[in-house]
């Protein structure tokens, strides 16, 4: 089995910052794409942002220039480090990863169990 465990999240002043953190475990044999997703009650999971195996990004519009994804393949590990921090991020954030769990196999998306995000003053 396959775990996404985040830490990182919490309560921040607007204008502050956060680091968020996804590691992945158990039985894998390589990750593809990692990323960070949000969702606020009753609205559809959106992208923040998606990093390749090979460090190429991609961001939300909304968090460019403030947010930044990075990746330690070595530790199978996602980080989004947010700066500038606005009310209207806050939201429960989650990690995903496509996995493969052995060689020339499929790819598998995997969530986190999410971490609350609140910016507020």
């Known amino acids: 089995q396959v775990q996404l465990v985040e830490s990182g999240g919490g309560l921040v002043q607007p204008g502050g910052s956060l680091r968020l953190s996804c590691a992945a475990s158990?039985?894998?044999?390589?990750?593809?794409?990692m990323g960070w997703y949000r969702q606020a009650p009753g609205k559809q999971r959106e992208l923040v942002a998606s990093?390749?195996?090979?460090?190429?990004?991609k961001y939300a519009d909304s968090v460019k220039a403030r947010f930044t994804i990075s990746r330690d393949n070595a530790k199978n590990t996602v980080f989004l480090q947010m700066n500038s921090l606005k009310p209207e991020d806050t939201d429960v954030y989650y990690c995903?990863?496509?996995?493969?769990?052995?060689?020339?196999?499929?790819?598998?998306?995997?969530w986190g169990q999410g971490t609350q995000v609140t910016v507020s003053s």
């Open positions: 158990g039985s894998l044999f390589s990750i593809a794409a």
């Open positions: 995903n990863a496509e996995i493969l769990r052995r060689m020339a196999g499929p790819k598998f998306n995997y």
């Open positions: 990093i390749t195996v090979g460090g190429s990004t």
